[in-house]
């Protein structure tokens, strides 16, 4: 570092200083007090305001006191969408059209898995209960509205279902669902 470089850095501080000094002085400074009626109707304007958002501020806190202890909750969506479904499912099941009675018409989600049953050819059936309370039995290469079965696995007692996706998030064009025949929580439960 040579003189010329020190000589600007103290320059740069000592305006440094002066600025702050400058800034601290008209800050302390006593503001003046409001001279025509106006600036009166302002401040009490903004006193007023004041009070309503500390009021506001009161309800909410009130309110998350409540929920904390337990004393009440309730969530209502209002016909707003659930955030955790994919936008893309909603279209791809308005595009194929009205739905065909049946079990060819239910979604894989309104579907439950009830029992799996062998029949006499050696082949693997499944059981499912629908969305309007009937039973109902499948193959593999059977289809749903939104999906086809796949695979019945009668050792493990699950099924999978593939389902065709057009979100354009995913690397491959289908999402396969497996569901169980006793679920996952009891599966544990009972070990």
């Known amino acids: 570092m040579n003189r010329r470089d020190l000589g600007r850095i ?3 501080a000592g305006l440094t200083l002066a600025v702050t000094a400058t800034f601290t002085a008209l800050a302390q400074e006593a503001p003046a007090p409001p001279q025509n009626p106006t600036d009166t109707a ?3 304007e903004a006193k007023r305001a004041e009070a ?6 009161e309800t ?3 309110q998350q006191e409540q929920i904390l202890s337990g004393q009440r909750f309730s969530y209502d969506p209002a016909g707003r969408r659930d955030p955790f479904r994919s936008l893309y499912e909603d279209l791809a099941i308005k595009r194929k059209g009205p739905r065909p009675r049946g079990v060819a018409g239910m979604l894989v989600s309104e579907i439950v898995l009830v029992g799996l049953v ?3 050819s050696g082949g693997d059936m499944t059981l499912f209960m629908g969305s309007d309370n009937k039973g109902y039995f499948l193959r593999v290469g059977d289809e749903v ?3 086809t079965l796949i695979a019945v696995d009668p050792k493990a ?3 999978t279902f593939r389902q065709q996706v057009d979100d354009p998030r995913l690397i491959k064009p289908y999402r396969d669902v497996v569901k169980r025949l006793v679920p996952l929580e009891e599966e544990k439960a009972n070990e």
């Open 10 to 12: 103290l320059a740069a």
């Open 42 to 44: 302002a401040a009490g």
């Open 52 to 57: 309503e958002g500390n009021q506001t501020v």
């Open 60 to 62: 909410i806190l009130r």
């Open 118 to 120: 062998r029949d006499p």
């Open 145 to 147: 509205y939104d999906g």
């Open 157 to 159: 007692g699950t099924v």
